[in-house]
């Protein structure tokens, strides 16, 4: 088994930090992102939509997406549990790893690839070229990410982690995007106090 | 257990064809989002975020996100499995729904939304105004919308459906993303002959 990572992606981070709180240890290579390694012929018959992570099982077979990737281990080793325990759990950590990713992940990397330099004329994840940036979405972006760090703020006032008393994948995918915004130097703002305390 | 619904909608389409597939019989009330009805203060006590559809448990506990309620059925009445059975089975459904979501059905939301005049001013779900629409947006979207369908007209020359030869919540994904997109006229390319077949 090898995980195909690359240490400065934010997706990869995720399952990396999956990895950690299960205390699994799982071989890994880089896939140098910024070189356009995930473009390379070898990498796309791993994975046509040429994303990082992908973990590549024993016998060829390879799961790219980080969140499937993760769902992996969780069945392979239950405890300690990320994705919660019963239908109920279950689902409340669903909704809230979506909360964290369709709300704040993918409007903060609309900002970040739609502002940085490197992704000029690449601004859509997964696609060499042809898709330059958009001012209008990095601003979007950024408004959407912002009004979903004030939602965290107030979510993180009643409860300990996202999806309750337990921590999850939940709050990995929202830590990871707290994280991402550094990128283009947005931190957590002043009297966001709840959601510093989460983000320690 | 009520499911807070609207039959126009995409994401609660979702769940109603899950539903079918389990033949569950959950009772509805329609939440007209035309009419703004989310955003009544009593839609939001159920769900902040201001979205459909939403599960209310016997409890008063309220799942939001389709693929949170979807979860929820699954473990409860777990056949005919729409989210796989073994770990690998599991994680590739996983792969293929986040595919469908984040490359098929995201992007084609955003042409929509920033399309169709109905949203002039919320050009972004779950939220009453303020955003107005961004023309190059929605052009954007559809570019890749139309990239997604030669992904998945591809992918569905070598398997029956999207993450293997079983049915999947990957496909109920895939195939609302494509009844979703009759809304601005845009049909199955002709030459697609795969995902017409899948289609049906």
Known sequence: ?????????????????FLAEKRIMVPRVQ???REGAQFAEDFRRRNPWSTVPVLELDD?????????ICRYFEERH???TLFGRDAREKARIEMWNRRAELDGYVPLADAVRNRLARFADRAVTGLPSGFPQIP?????????????LERLDRRLAERRF?????????????FVTVEFANRIDERIPEGHRHLARWHG
């Open 78 to 80: 239950p405890e300690p």
């Open 31 to 33: 896939v140098d992102i």
């Open 1 to 17: 088994m090898i995980l195909h990572d690359f240490a400065l992606a934010p997706n990869p981070r995720r399952v990396r930090m």
């Open 136 to 148: 209008a979405v990095a601003a979007r972006g950024l408004e959407r990410y912002r009004l979903f």
């Open 162 to 174: 996202l999806a309750g008393e337990r921590f999850s994948i939940a709050d990995i995918t929202a």
């Open 60 to 68: 060829g077979c390879c799961i790219a997406e980080s969140v499937a």
